[in-house]
């Protein structure tokens, strides 16, 4: 058995021309995101500490313009608006996955959740919730929570575009 850091243990040498361990993934520090849309703006803060890698991966594909012009391609009133498909009809995706990250915050009004085709399936897909969606607690990651333009939120119908989502540290 393995211990880290016991007292007695002295670690592995390394070749001298070997290569070192991959670098950790950049710490996320808080952040808030803003989605441009046809009717407004909607702000939404993003839980970092909760959901490091799901915000991380969100970041980085509004960073490269990966949301920028997709639609809400899903919308269903009293339960949730959700976008982040490339083909616009639920199917696509960036081109890889990200594991779950499972935490204590719920499907409360403004939760924003990746949705999934099943777990440690999610990529760029997410929803934001109209109302309480308490059944989906321990199954989708909630990553954020809007902050500003719920109005906006409420007013978001099949077919609406983001004009531009971006990502900014607080």
């Known amino acids: 058995m393995f211990a880290a850091g016991c007292a007695n243990s002295t670690p592995p040498a390394t070749p001298p021309n070997a290569p070192g361990p991959a670098p950790d993934p950049p ?7 803003v989605i441009e849309t046809e009717k407004g703006s909607i702000v939404i803060e993003l839980f970092s500490a909760d959901a490091p890698n799901t915000v991380l991966n969100f970041a980085l594909l509004a960073q490269q313009g990966f949301y920028d012009g997709l ?12 976008g982040g498909c490339p083909n616009g009809n639920g199917t696509g995706g960036p081109g890889h996955t990200i594991p779950c990250e499972i935490n204590h915050n719920k499907h409360v009004r ?4 990746m949705a999934h085709a099943g777990r440690d399936t999610g990529g760029s897909q997410f929803f ?7 059944h989906l607690d ?20 099949q077919g609406d575009q983001m004009l531009k989502v971006t990502v900014r540290d607080l």
């Open 27 to 33: 710490q996320v520090q808080a952040k808030e995101a």
């Open 71 to 82: 639609t809400f391609h899903r919308v269903i009133p009293g339960f949730m608006a959700q």
């Open 110 to 113: 403004g939760a924003i959740s």
């Open 128 to 134: 934001i919730c109209f109302e309480a969606q308490p």
């Open 138 to 157: 321990g199954k989708h990651t909630v990553f954020g929570q809007v902050v500003s333009g719920m109005d906006v939120v409420d007013q978001i119908e």
